[in-house]
């Protein structure tokens, strides 16, 4: 599994976009980027995937470089709600190590 | 659709007691993971059952953990004797078939954790 690395924490304001980075310059050829969350007190929650391009779902975007090498998840419109762990994972199908992931924190 | 359910959500016991935890996966989904998560290691992987069959238990701290799935629809995990360092909220979590070799994905559903507090 590839090992990643984050900032240990960051600030956004609500309304604006929150960029998460992530590095995981030893991913390999086959390892898929997953991104969780954790709320406080709660389970990690999926947020989502990527391979080789760039995704967006209901949640959120995420922006994987032509080298695999990082990858940005963006909350295009931050709410006090996303205040949480986010952990970006690097790894193979049926095995998730989780990090110490970025603590975001979204204030009015 | 209920989600993974997992109980008690809550359990204090005293060092030297058997603990039992359960869980329930999501039905339908066919893997299923155990995790640990303290504040000094964060979020850990305990074991995973892929169709009830454990595939990987390197995670399991020592002999006096152990887990088992008897059926796609539970499964336990047991420590025996329990210490003061087990303290932690334990996570189960469950994700379904792959869609396709090609495209398959791991997207785990979480149930609440339990609390374990050993005294």
């Known amino acids: 599994d590839a090992k990643t690395t984050q900032p240990p924490s960051m600030d956004c304001a609500e309304g604006r976009a929150a960029n998460l980075p992530c590095n995981h310059s030893t991913i390999s050829g086959n390892e898929y980027v997953y991104w969780y969350r954790q709320i406080h007190s709660q389970g990690p929650q999926y947020i989502i995937h990527?391979?080789?391009n760039n995704e967006t779902n209901e949640m959120a975007s995420l922006i994987i470089t032509e080298d695999r090498k990082s990858s940005t998840l963006i909350l295009p419109h931050a709410t006090l709600r996303d205040t949480a762990v986010y952990y970006c994972?690097?790894?193979?199908?049926?095995?998730?190590?989780f990090g110490t992931g970025t603590r975001l924190q979204v204030f009015p | 659709d209920a989600g993974v359910i997992q109980s008690p959500r809550h359990e204090v016991t005293e060092m030297g007691q058997e603990v039992t935890l359960r869980c329930k996966p999501i039905s339908g989904h066919n893997s299923l993971f155990w995790y640990r998560q303290t504040m000094m290691r964060g979020l850990e992987l305990l074991i995973y059952?892929?169709?009830?069959?454990?595939?990987?238990d390197s995670g399991m701290p020592e002999d006096r953990f152990s887990a088992k799935m008897p059926n796609a629809s539970f499964s336990t995990l047991k420590i025996q004797p329990s210490e003061p360092r087990d303290s932690a909220v334990y996570f189960c979590?469950?994700?379904?078939?792959?869609?396709?070799?090609?495209?398959?994905?791991?997207?785990?559903?979480f149930g609440p954790g339990t609390r374990l507090t050993v005294l």
């Open positions: 059952f892929n169709n009830n069959v454990p595939i990987d």
């Open positions: 994972i690097g790894g193979l199908t049926d095995k998730l190590i």
């Open positions: 990527g391979l080789k």
């Open positions: 979590a469950s994700s379904p078939p792959g869609l396709t070799p090609r495209d398959r994905y791991n997207e785990q559903f």
